[in-house]
């Protein structure tokens, strides 16, 4: 049974850093594409951080330009978990975040919801002083 369970939320003041973790199990956590999605009161789902494995095994990082070079996505296999390490956090960070998985390579970018089929529950992060 796959499984997805987020942690790791809260409030936050501008320029903090908050660490998300993401906790899987009933799949093999490398041969996945996980990734990190927010939703803000009123917006779409978006997707912030991928972390997927390409044809040749190669590990790949893509994240939305919001978040670059202020969030890193990382991977813990023998613990079955990624995170998200958020800093610089700003107002705009706040919102819903939740991890999903797909068995299917990313190519490009973050893709959209519609194309994970495994979803956490979320947790919130608010950003404010």
């Known amino acids: 049974q796959v499984q997805l369970v987020e942690s790791g939320g809260g409030l936050a003041q501008p320029g903090g850093s908050l660490t998300l973790s993401c906790a899987c199990s009933g799949f093999t956590l490398n041969r996945h594409t996980i990734g990190w999605f927010r939703q803000a009161p009123g917006k779409e789902r978006e997707g912030v951080a991928v972390i997927t494995t390409d044809r040749d095994g190669d590990r790949e990082i893509f994240y939305h330009w919001s978040v670059k070079g202020r969030f890193t996505i990382s991977r813990d296999s023998a613990k079955n978990t990624v995170y998200l390490q958020m800093s610089s956090l700003k107002p705009e960070d706040t919102a819903i975040y939740y991890c999903?998985?797909?068995?299917?390579?990313?190519?490009?970018?973050?893709?959209?919801?519609?194309?994970?089929?495994?979803w956490g529950q979320g947790t919130q992060v608010t950003v404010s002083s």
């Open positions: 999903a998985a797909t068995p299917y390579e990313m190519v490009g970018g973050t893709g959209y919801a519609y194309e994970y089929n495994y």
